[in-house]
Nanobody, 119 residues
Framework: QVQLEESGGGVIEAGGSLRLSCAAS????????LGWFRQAPGKEREVVAR????????YYGDSVKGRFTISRDNAKNTVYLQMNSLKPEDTAVYYC????????????WGQGTQVTVSL
C-alpha cells in the first residue's frame, strides 16, 4: 500500500515557476514508477511526466517538454515536478500516481494540488 500526498500548488503569474512535491508512505516506494498527471476543467486527464524507479528513464508530455522536469529522491520517498515558464494553459489540478514495475496501470493516486497560472 502506498499513500501519496501532493503539495506546492498555488497561483503564479505566467512565466513563473513552481515546484510540486509528492510525498509517499510505504517501504517499497523505490520500486514504483511514478507519474504526474493533470486535469483542467472540462478536459480529460493527461500525463505530464513519468519517472522510473531509479530515475533512469523519464517521459514528458509534448506540452511540457523543455519546461518541466520530473525527479525523485527515494531516500525521502518524494517525487518532484519542477515547472518553469508556466503558461495559463498549465492551469489544472496536478496529481501524482504510482504503478508497480512491469504494470501499465497506476494504482495509487494522490488527492491533487491546484495550480493556477494567471496572465
Amino acid at each position: 500500500q502506498v499513500q501519496l500526498e501532493e503539495s506546492g500548488g498555488g497561483v503564479i503569474e505566467a512565466g513563473g515557476s513552481l515546484r510540486l512535491s509528492c510525498a509517499a508512505s510505504g517501504q517499497t516506494f523505490s520500486t514504483y514508477t511514478l507519474g504526474w498527471f493533470r486535469q483542467a476543467p472540462g478536459k480529460e486527464r493527461e500525463v505530464v511526466a513519468r519517472i522510473t524507479s531509479r530515475g533512469v528513464i523519464t517521459y514528458y508530455g509534448d506540452s511540457v517538454k523543455g519546461r518541466f522536469t520530473i525527479s525523485r529522491d527515494n531516500a525521502k520517498n518524494t517525487v518532484y515536478l519542477q515547472m518553469n515558464s508556466l503558461k495559463p494553459e498549465d492551469t489544472a489540478v496536478y496529481y501524482c500516481a504510482a504503478r508497480r514495475f512491469g504494470s501499465l496501470d497506476y494504482i495509487y493516486w494522490g488527492q491533487g494540488t491546484q495550480v493556477t497560472v494567471s496572465l
